[in-house]
């Protein structure tokens, strides 16, 4: 039981870094019209976004539920950066979590929603000038969810 789930877990992470590579040579290859690469994941029940920038290396995570535990201890061997020769600078890189105002602490369930909101509204530079027109956790934000998801359908 245990050697399946360990097999199973190394082959997801080489369909992820075979599908990483992948896209990373398309990019680098053609040159980055758009610098940023979302990677939404999918990992114990909850979705998140990794969005790594090509242009001005760095590497965001992009997760509604609001934590004070380490990216470590959040999201482990997930953040793996490979060995591409122009991917230098990324492997320098710490990824860094960003603090969002509408980040919530009681509202697990909408994760898929907020992550599809994040890579439509998600530009870089950071939390301070990004506007996902998500509300802070409250009625009205779950209102304005319902109506995020009314537009994906």
Known sequence: MVCDAIKKTK???????LNFLVLLHNVLIEGPTNPYVFFPVFNVNHYYVVCYNLKHPSIDILDNIQSDKTIQNLYGHRLVVLEHAKLDDLKRMEPQRLKMR???????IDCGIYAMRHMETYFGGGSRTWDSKIQVESVCSFNLLIMFMCNVC
């Open 11 to 17: 082959e997801v992470d080489r369909m992820f870094k």
């Open 102 to 108: 509408w980040q919530t602490k009681n509202n697990s």
